[in-house]
Nanobody, 125 residues
Framework: VQLQAFGGGLVQPGGSLRLSCAAS????????TGWFRQAPGKEYEFVAA????????SYAGAVKGRFTISRDNARTTVFLQMNSLKPEDTAVYYC???????????????????WGQGTLVTVSS
């Protein structure tokens, strides 16, 4: 499955953005899908993940309550709704998918076999 992420941009603190990750060549069926981010000069950071059947989600503490991961019914697009954005959310955001992940794998970058190109989110006034 090939992934393409888009929807990044410049937003003021307190604003919202919705990122999308489109799959081609396959659907997200049986895949856990996740979002990671990398701020300038920092390591990759887990953001959120959702199991393929939609029953289990996981969020990093820094975004819980502000970000929501969801998926369309056709299982071809995954979304990351980001509300109440803060300057520290500034990063390149990447979507990823993988099969066979258990819940404790959700935040482990190496468990995802497919990655999209990043989309830059800048939160600044």
């Amino acid at each position: 499955v090939q992934l393409q992420a888009f929807g990044g941009g410049l937003v003021q603190p307190g604003g919202s953005l919705r990122l999308s990750c489109a799959a081609s060549g396959d659907t997200f069926s049986y895949h856990t899908t996740g979002w990671f981010r990398q701020a300038p000069g920092k390591e990759y950071e887990f953001v959120a993940a959702k199991r393929w059947n939609g029953g289990t989600t996981s969020y990093a503490g820094a975004v819980k309550g502000r970000f929501t991961i969801s998926r369309d019914n056709a299982r071809t697009t995954v979304f990351l709704q980001m509300n109440s954005l803060k300057p520290e959310d500034t990063a390149v955001y990447y979507c990823a998918s993988g099969r066979g992940l258990i819940f404790s794998d959700f935040d482990k970058r190496t468990r995802y076999g497919h990655w999209g190109q990043g989309t830059l989110v800048t939160v600044s006034s």
